[in-house]
């Protein structure tokens, strides 16, 4: 396996600290570290704009910003690096609202070994890369959800609405997002309609396997047929955490149907009619066939 090199933005103005963190990364073989070093949020900002970097190792003290500020302003440029937070106190409060505001993790100086520092470094990059994958799955899903033509819906154990795509909205004429947490009780179907797919998806929930239902629903267009079909979403421990349900308008396709089922007995009654008649007909024929037989046989009896 190939050396891994890391491009490292350590972001401190104590000469001191600066010296013992790059002491400490030179000191671990398996890696290769690149270090660039600012010592203010000026020239740290102006070097973020011009190199690409791996990791950030930030101290939030600067010459010319202090405290979680430092952080919330790097963050705001949108350079997607991971950063890690490097604090002299030992303060957890700090340290956990760093995080919250996105940054990968926290160290607090003196208590920072070679190994600490470099497992951090690491987990902090995979970490950060595993956030952007689920990220772009997140926005792929989304951009499906609103273009594809079905509507989906999804629904948690209490069978409230965790989801609903905005093709929603031109059936019921209403935005998707004002039935979010609600019930379907809760909007505005019929009560028939709500037993009917409040047991479909308690049904789900139960056998933990796909299953279907077809049924009208009156529109702001009209009455429309649907098909649903409800599957199961697991967790990564196996458990069902919510129902999906896709419900596709097959209106026009059940309308082709009736169409062609009537064309289809149409088809069928012409053609017994037909054949009635061409039976008839074959039967005058026979007849008209033995009479001139028969006068025939006459007119040789009587010649």
């Not at 000026?42 to 973020?48: F, P, S």
């Not at 010459?63 to 430092?70: A, C, E, N, Q, R």
């Not at 919250?100 to 497992?119: H, P, S, W």
């Not at 267009?221 to 967790?235: A, I, R, W």
Request: proline content about 3%; some cysteine.
């Amino acid at each position: 396996m190939g050396k891994i090199n890391f491009n490292v933005l350590m972001v401190e103005d104590n000469n001191g600290d600066a010296k013992l963190v790059s002491e400490m990364l030179k000191g671990y073989i398996p890696v290769s570290f690149k270090m660039s070093r600012t010592n203010c949020l000026e020239k740290t900002l102006k070097i973020l704009k011009e190199e690409k970097f791996d990791i950030i190792l930030l101290d939030l003290d600067l010459p010319d910003s202090h405290g979680l500020v430092t952080l919330g302003k790097i963050i705001s440029m949108n350079y997607r690096i991971p950063i890690i937070v490097l604090t002299g106190f030992d303060d957890d409060d700090t340290g956990i609202k760093a995080m919250q505001m996105q940054a990968e993790d926290y160290l607090i100086k003196g208590y920072i070994d070679t190994n600490l520092l470099v497992r951090s470094i690491r987990y902090s990059i995979e970490r950060k890369s595993v956030k952007e994958k689920l990220e772009l799955s997140k926005q792929q899903y989304k951009s499906l959800a609103e273009n594809v033509p079905s509507i989906l819906i999804r629904y948690d154990k209490n069978l409230h609405i965790k989801y609903l795509s905005p093709k929603a909205e031109t059936i019921t004429g209403i935005p998707s997002n004002k039935f979010i947490g609600k019930a379907n009780k809760e909007m505005g179907i019929s009560e028939y309609l709500c037993v009917l797919w409040d047991n479909a998806i308690k049904d789900v929930f139960k056998i933990e396997h796909r299953k279907s239902l077809e049924f009208d629903f009156p529109s702001k267009n009209g009455l429309k047929t649907f098909y649903m079909t409800l599957s199961p979403e697991f967790s990564l421990k196996g458990i069902i955490d919510y129902v999906l349900c896709v419900l596709t308008d097959i209106t026009e396709r059940k309308h082709a149907e009736e169409i062609l089922k009537r064309d289809v007995e149409i088809f069928e009654r012409l053609v017994n009619e037909r054949s009635q008649e061409l039976a008839e007909t074959l039967i005058e024929l026979e007849k008209t066939k033995r009479l001139s037989e028969i006068g025939t046989l006459a007119a040789t009896i009587a010649h």
